[in-house]
């Protein structure tokens, strides 16, 4: 099944802002957004943005924050701190294939 | 507590079947849908398969469709993955999570490892 395209790595400095977009299609990601993961080494991975409305689950601080544009998801974080580094993926239902497609996830650096 | 359980990995040889199991606990497990996922060693995630809350729709992943199975036990609030014809590409850490009202995935079970080798 085709995935979502997001960026390998992004580095950033302590303190600073970092983007990470993922791009899919009019099925997935531009039909009903993007469902944003965050999972740092040797845990389960968890959510912190849902698809719908881009909102925050309880307890994500609202350093983090999602949005669409088109086909085009992206997470912003602020102020990054060291724990925001990890990997991160961004999902999508896919209304054609009737699947849920996955970005290949962008490990999150933060100098 | 509020959880989700995987338990049944294992080591198992090419060709042969699994069932891996997820139970819930601490919610009202049969007003979500459930989905399970998976983790290759050093790779990113993969969805596997859906089921819908009354257990009425089901869908699976390209990569195990015709080989592998979801289903659910209302009475155990559990969800289970019947895994057959394994290959070692299905090697990783299995995941079950919790999705309702288009929130997906906001409760994830600690996952089991699911070692495909001859």
């Known amino acids: 099944q085709a995935g979502l395209t997001q960026p390998p790595s992004v580095s950033k400095g302590l303190g600073q802002t970092a983007t990470i977009t993922c791009t899919g299609s009019?099925?997935?990601?531009?039909?009903?957004?993007a469902t944003w993961l965050q999972q740092h080494q040797g845990r389960p991975p968890k959510v912190i943005s849902f698809r719908r409305n881009n909102r925050r689950p309880s307890g994500i601080s609202d350093r983090f924050s999602a949005s669409r544009s088109g086909d085009t998801a992206s997470l912003t974080i602020t102020g990054l701190q060291p724990d925001d580094e990890a990997d991160y993926y961004c999902s999508a239902w896919d209304s054609s294939l009737s699947a849920w497609v996955f970005g290949a996830g962008t490990k999150l650096s933060v100098l | 507590q509020v959880q989700l359980v995987e338990s049944g990995g294992g080591v198992v040889q090419p060709g042969t079947s699994l069932t891996l199991s997820c139970a819930g606990s601490g919610f009202f497990f049969n007003d979500y849908a459930m989905h399970w996922l998976r983790q290759a060693p050093g790779k990113g995630l993969e969805w596997v398969a859906i089921?819908?809350?009354?257990?009425?729709?089901?869908y699976h992943g390209d990569s195990v469709k015709g080989r592998f199975s979801i289903s659910r036990d209302h009475s155990k609030d559990t969800v289970y993955l019947h895994m057959s014809n394994l290959r070692a590409e299905d090697t990783g850490v299995y995941y079950c999570?919790?999705?309702?009202?288009?929130?997906?995935?906001?409760?994830w079970g600690q996952g089991t490892l699911v070692t495909v080798s001859s």
């Open positions: 009019t099925n997935n990601v531009g039909h009903e957004g």
């Open positions: 089921i819908w809350h009354d257990g009425s729709q089901k």
């Open positions: 999570a919790r999705e309702q009202y288009s929130d997906a995935f906001d409760l």
